[in-house]
């Protein structure tokens, strides 16, 4: 008996510290291969590759110490689409705002989610593009741009804004924003006429500049990743630290013929998605005060003397829409991070999705869900609470040879011994279920936790935001008083200070639950009351079938 009891609390308490843990650090991105390793520069900028040459590296991509401050005083133009309204400037023609109308500000519904922004005394947050070569516009350049508001007619699909950068030495270059309907995808190129004599070779970098600031203030309990994150098919999918960027010790491919580059944080992604196979050369570095940025290098097609050439990038900038992410880039949708238990959490997530779809409400569909997974898991469940009520039944028994052979620890535990093989009574039988469920159970978690589909999604009554926490405290609550039944339904441990622990267990959980979010208290709720019926049911019938025998 004690060593089952020892065993449930050691478990359940890894598995908090592990779900903890993933909530802090959410996985740590694959070293790079030591030979990239030694080649790369200072600031965590990648060195140039034998296709890109030395002007083309990061160390060419201009920066100043308050990288974003011109922006500030430029002109600017605004874009208004079904998805967004962007704010671009003529300083480098970079996108400086940018409000997402289908998702509300964490704390105030009445406002547009905001994305980009570039405000210093709150937030910096920019798409940043520009060409590498002489007399090539960067995001440093005062292109001409007519202010005003540009919106996207109804009888439209597509807007394009077109931004002309000053003539430099023979060459015209323009760059050209073409927005979507119904798309967060955003087409960034460069359309450039070469007037000189000689063939033209330059090179495009998109990078993202952001502070290293941890967005949706209101969620103040979990912590996710927020950062940069690389993807190639050598590398897979490669989360990099601020921390890392500022120490120089950021590990990621550095070159490949594919793959993509992009800013996460909770809920939501900005990614800038390369086409084709030409090489690409990824860099992330500190460009300022808690001020980071990074991007991609890519080499432009040459252009022949009095030819235009031009290269696009495509900018997701959005929600972390599952259904939309992976139609973006092989692999993108791997910026909803659920951690070394995705192969878990993934097909769990589909199916709530689909749930979704049949009953219309995430707070019904996590209802059902719960209902299924227990369901999938009765028999384990089943096995765990038989072997329970068998030891609620004989608790009397184990407490008699307790106190029988307290002196003498070795016939203590023989004689208990002797009693599981008299009952038929495996000690682990309670324990071992429970364990094979753990993943389970912390895999819904993050899919719970990292679903944007939850944020300011209501269920019923005053529960008007599944991500937020229970503004009465009810659903804790009512979560704390289930706990306290189950803890009453299993046998009483031998061990007072155990049978303490056990008791304290629902107050603990309640205290932690009341800043949780609602629609992981509801998740928490129904399977304890599921396991309440189904632990209930099982210790009467045994009970019941220990009086028939006696009688």
């Known amino acids: 008996m004690d060593t089952q009891r020892l065993i449930l609390v050691l478990v359940f ?11 802090q650090k959410q996985g740590q991105p694959k070293p790079v291969p030591a030979k990239e390793q030694a080649a790369q520069q200072t600031g965590g900028a990648p060195a140039p590759t034998t296709t890109l040459s030395s002007a083309s590296s990061p160390a060419a991509v201009p920066t100043v110490a308050q990288d974003a401050a011109p922006a500030a005083a430029a002109v600017k133009a605004t874009v208004k689409t079904d998805f967004f309204v962007a704010e671009i400037a003529s300083i480098g023609g970079d996108l400086v705002g940018l409000e997402l109308t289908r998702h509300k500000a964490p704390n105030d ?32 350049t005062a292109f ?62 998109y990078q993202l500049t952001r502070d290293g600031k941890i967005p949706e203030a209101g969620i103040t309990t979990i912590s996710t990743f927020t950062g940069p994150a690389v993807y190639t098919e050598e590398g897979k999918f490669q989360k990099v630290e601020f921390a890392d960027i500022e120490k120089g010790k950021a590990k990621f491919v550095p070159k490949a013929k594919d793959g993509w580059i992009a800013m996460i944080q909770h809920y939501f992604v900005a ?162 279920p429970i364990l094979v469920q753990i993943p389970v159970f912390i895999a819904l978690y993050w899919v719970l936790l990292g679903s944007v589909e939850m944020r300011h999604a209501p269920w019923l009554l005053w529960i008007q935001d599944l991500s937020a926490k229970d503004p009465f405290y009810v659903l804790p609550i009512i979560m704390g008083v289930t706990m306290l039944v189950q803890t009453k339904l299993n046998p009483t441990p ?58």
């Open 494 to 551: 031998p061990d007072p200070i155990q049978a303490k622990v056990m008791m304290a267990m629902p107050v603990v959980f309640t205290a932690m639950f009341l800043f949780f979010p609602s629609g992981l208290v509801l998740y928490w709720v129904v399977n304890n009351v599921l396991s309440i019926a189904q632990q209930w049911q099982i210790t009467r019938m045994i009970e019941g079938g220990k009086r028939k025998a006696a009688n």
């Open 144 to 205: 001409r741009l007519a202010p005003g508001t540009y919106e996207l007619k109804p009888d439209s699909d597509t807007l394009e804004l077109r931004l002309e950068a000053p003539e430099g030495n023979g060459v015209k270059a323009a760059k050209i924003y073409t927005f979507r309907r119904g798309s967060y995808l955003i087409d960034v190129g460069y359309e450039i006429t070469n007037g000189r004599q000689a063939p033209l070779v330059a090179h495009a970098y």
């Open 271 to 432: 990614g800038w998605i390369p086409q084709g196979k030409d090489e690409r050369e990824f860099f992330a570095r500190k460009v300022g005060d808690n001020l980071f940025s990074t991007g991609v290098i890519l080499p432009i097609a040459a252009i022949a003397p009095g030819q235009s050439g031009r290269i696009s990038v495509p900018l997701y900038a959005g929600p972390q829409e599952q259904s939309r992410l992976e139609r973006v880039a092989p692999g993108f949708d791997l910026v909803v991070d659920y951690g070394w238990l995705t192969v878990i959490a993934a097909p769990i997530y589909w199916v709530l999705e689909l749930i979704h779809r049949l009953v219309g409400n995430w707070g019904w569909a996590i209802i059902l869900l719960t209902v299924l997974i227990k369901a999938v898991f009765f028999p384990l469940s089943a096995a765990s609470y038989k072997s329970m009520a068998k030891m609620k039944v004989v608790t009397p028994k184990l407490m008699k040879i307790k106190e029988q052979f307290a002196g003498d620890r070795n016939r203590m535990n023989q004689e208990m011994m002797e009693l599981y093989k008299r009952e038929k009574i495996n000690p682990l039988g309670g324990c071992l």
């Open 109 to 140: 519904k009445t406002k547009n989610f905001v994305l980009l922004e570039n405000n210093p005394k709150e937030h910096i947050y920019l798409a940043q593009t520009g060409l590498i070569g002489e007399g090539l516009p960067n995001h440093k």
């Open 13 to 23: 308490s890894f598995s908090l510290v592990m779900l903890w843990d993933a909530w």
